[in-house]
Structures are given as C-alpha cells and as structure tokens.
C-alpha cells in the first residue's frame, strides 16, 4: 500500500469503552499528526510527532492518547470519551522540519461515533 | 488571535469559472496552502503560495496578496468532479498551519 492508511474507517463506541485508532503511512515521511474535524469547523490539531517527539495541543483533553512507537506508525488510544468527541479524525504526514512548503499527506480518516 | 475566513459555501455551473476566497489575520506568515476534500475522503494537496502572484496549474490557478492577507482559488472549465469542500491554511511565523472551516463548493449541470 501506498500513502497515508487509516483504521478502522468507521467506530461507534460507548462512553465507558475503550479503543484505538490506527495510522500508518508508507512514504518516508518524518512526521506524523492526529487532526480533528468536526462539521463546518477548521481542523483541530490534536498532536504531532516529528523525529519521534510529541508536540500537542494543551486543550486536547487527556481522554486523547496518542502514540507513536515509529516514524511509520501512529495510533490514538481512546478512553472515556464524551458524545461532543463525535467527529472525524484525520491522520496526515509530512516530511517534518520547519519549512513552508510542509505538504501534509492525509489519510481518508476514521469517522468516529460516541453515544 | 489568529483567523482564515472563508465563505461557507458556493455554488457554480458545469463549465463555468469560480473564485474562492480566503483572507487571514495570522501571526507572521511562512505560506498559504489550498487543499481539496471530497466528501468522506483525504483531504489532498492542490497548492502553495508564499510569494505574492499567481501560480497556474492546470484548470487550477491561485493568487497571494501578502499586504493584503488575502488568497483566491481560481477554478476554471468546472467539471462535476470538483464538487467538494476547498480548504485554505496559512503557516505562522511559528511554522503551526492555521486552518480555515472550508468551503464546499457545489456544481450545478
């Protein structure tokens, strides 16, 4: 495969479960992020990895777990989750550094249902 | 604080020319960046700006005024295919890209 994969695609979960997003892109890229989109709102930035360190959003609630255990991978651990965390959640990749020209490459993105 | 408005949505005719807006209040700039969104997809790629003036790529064209803080997608012979959500996002001084809501484009035949 090719490009930026997401799993799973769908997930409709209950406050009290947990579960686990999946990202894993396949094009050399050195960095990693987890965005949110929920209707009619610009992306959220929840976190980035970039050469294996974590930079987050400070009002990214701790319910949000991300982890990264290498440059091609990239989950998000989801525990305790309110029905206002309903939303698209996208996972992208970059080459990284501090350019400009920091083309994110997008994965189809996990549409995630809480109730 | 930082902005990106961009009109909610439009509506354009099969064959016909569209602008999309975009203006930003950020802080510093370091590049402008257009992305498509088809519904229930990856938002991809379509373009970067950092210097003002247009940059033509096919039917797709942008423009950057930097005094201004203002973009425009320029969308030319529309086909059916380019109905979706078009998203503008500007790099700050700290390298953070500042999204806009988007905005969904729908094509009438």
């Known amino acids: 495969e090719t490009g930026v994969t997401q799993t799973p695609r769908h997930l409709v979960m209950g406050m009290t479960n947990k579960k686990s997003l999946k990202c894993e892109q396949h094009?050399?890229?050195?960095?990693m992020y987890w965005y949110k989109q929920s209707a009619k709102k610009p992306l959220e930035l929840m976190f980035v990895y970039s050469l294996e360190e974590r930079v987050e959003n400070n009002s990214v609630p701790s319910r949000f777990s991300p982890e990264c255990p290498n440059s091609s991978h990239l989950f998000l651990h989801l525990h305790t989750l309110q029905p206002e965390d309903s939303a698209l959640y996208l996972c992208a990749s970059s080459q990284g550094g501090r350019s400009g020209a920091n083309v994110l490459t997008f994965g189809a993105g996990s549409r995630l249902t809480v109730l | 604080g930082q902005n990106i408005d961009q009109p909610t949505e439009m509506t354009a005719t099969e064959g016909a020319i569209v602008q999309i807006n975009c203006t930003y209040q950020t802080s510093g700039f370091n590049g402008l960046f257009w992305y498509q969104q088809h519904a229930g997809e990856a938002p991809t790629f379509l373009s970067y700006n950092v210097l003002d003036g247009l940059e033509e790529k096919g039917r797709f064209s942008s423009f950057l005024s930097r005094s201004k803080g203002y973009s425009y997608l320029l969308l030319k012979e529309l086909q059916m295919k380019d109905s979706a959500s078009y998203l503008c996002a500007v790099m700050d001084s700290n390298y953070q890209l500042i999204w806009g809501a988007g905005t969904k484009l729908i094509i009438k035949p």
């Open positions: 094009l050399g890229h050195n960095a």
